[in-house]
């Protein structure tokens, strides 16, 4: 074979917990297993950063596994089609690559949920998740002022990192209310780990106001943002700040397992006992399938190796594990449920897809994602939708309902690989 073309037994795309948990399973018995990550390094959102020096005991122990086993790492290797049965086509920095699989493991993770509120487009307001990545490799936080607001677990985690990095973190503001709060305080009982990464956060926050029951209406400044404006329904407070956090949980990558023509339910991948989708040549594993966090990825992709690689028996004996996951995923998922209060923040001028400047009021004639698409352009800027298409369906209820491959923005080389017949929508 040319060097653009490789072939492996079982191929795992994304090289976070879940995929490196995949591919360290995977490759235990003769198999030739190959793990791609469009990144320059290993780890995913969570442990981006800690290749040289891994910071946490689990992170040590996969990353070191992973080194051991065996399995071929393609790194800076970005997945865009798949362009014909059992063919990737990726795009890495020399040129356009087609990786042939007899198995396929999906792990592309999740990305963060914006809502639009009026000022979201100040320079300034980004997730909690993409200043964390952000900071990890370089951007300077010291002394900066930041505000942490939206919902979910990763709120404290981001807010407690940057604050060891030099941040003054003005406040956390968290848009479920401490009664469901403290619900979930129950559900992390059975999951010690858990307990004691919470305790450990909480130390580093210890005098940093969280604010439960609290969400923001409003981000202020002219060429940066410079306050914040924070509401409970009755109080109202408006913060200074250099910098505002924000997102609303996670949203999962579905662009790639849409393609490959895996099946959805309740906006997951759906997958059965042995991570398979319903294509039983392709598994998923991470939070394309639930956001259920480190752990959880962790049992689905050794799951996932473990039967790709035909050791279902050893797969089978990680049920219960991923049982207990599955449940804790669950009480996340309703302890964080998102507050109508959000869906009217977007003022009629606020600019929904940022990519091609559409506003709020320019959607408002339309009924769905399709008709708005058309004849506004929203979702169809640099993103494909990445960004608006899930604020749209928190707004409205609209499905952004296809994709089309290339699922990200490719050299014209890469295109050149990619048969025409290939690019059609496939359904989200
Ligand atoms: C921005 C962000 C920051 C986060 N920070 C934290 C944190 O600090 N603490 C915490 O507990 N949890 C954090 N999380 C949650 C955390 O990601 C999950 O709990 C867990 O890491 C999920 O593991 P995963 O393997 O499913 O996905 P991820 O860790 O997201 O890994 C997915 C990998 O797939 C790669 N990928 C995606 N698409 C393609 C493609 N087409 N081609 C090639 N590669 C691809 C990505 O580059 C990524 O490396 C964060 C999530 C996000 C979105």
Known sequence: MTEAHQAFDIVIVGAGPAGIAAACEARQGSKTVALLDCTPWLGGQIWRGEQAHAKSRQAQHWLARLQRSGATVLTQT???????????????PRGALHVHWDRLILAPGARELFVPFPGWTLPGVVGPGGLQAMAKTGLPVRGQRVVVAGSGPLLLAVAADLRRRGARICSIAEQTPWSRLAGFGLAVAPHPTKGFQGLGIGLHLIGVPYRCGWWLTQAEGDQQIRSVKLTNGTKRLSLECDVLACAFGLV?????????????????????????????DVYGVGEITGIGGVDSAIV????????????????????????????????????????EELRSLAASETIICRCEDVSREQLEPYHDWRSAKLHTRCGMGACQGRICGSAVRMLYGWQPNSVRPPVFPVNVGTLMEMPAETASAKPL
């Open 252 to 280: 999962p990558n579905l662009e790639l397992p849409a393609l490959l023509g895996c099946e959805t339910e309740s906006g997951f991948v759906r997958v059965n006992e042995q991570q398979q989708t319903s294509r039983p």
């Open 300 to 339: 689905e992709g050794c799951i996932a190796g473990l039967s790709a690689a035909g050791r279902s028996d050893d797969a089978r004996r990680l049920s219960s594990r991923r049982a207990s996951w599955q449940r804790f995923a669950q009480r996340l998922d309703k302890a964080f449920a998102l507050r």
């Open 78 to 92: 970005t997945v865009v089609a798949a362009p014909s049965a059992n063919t990737l086509l990726a795009e890495t």
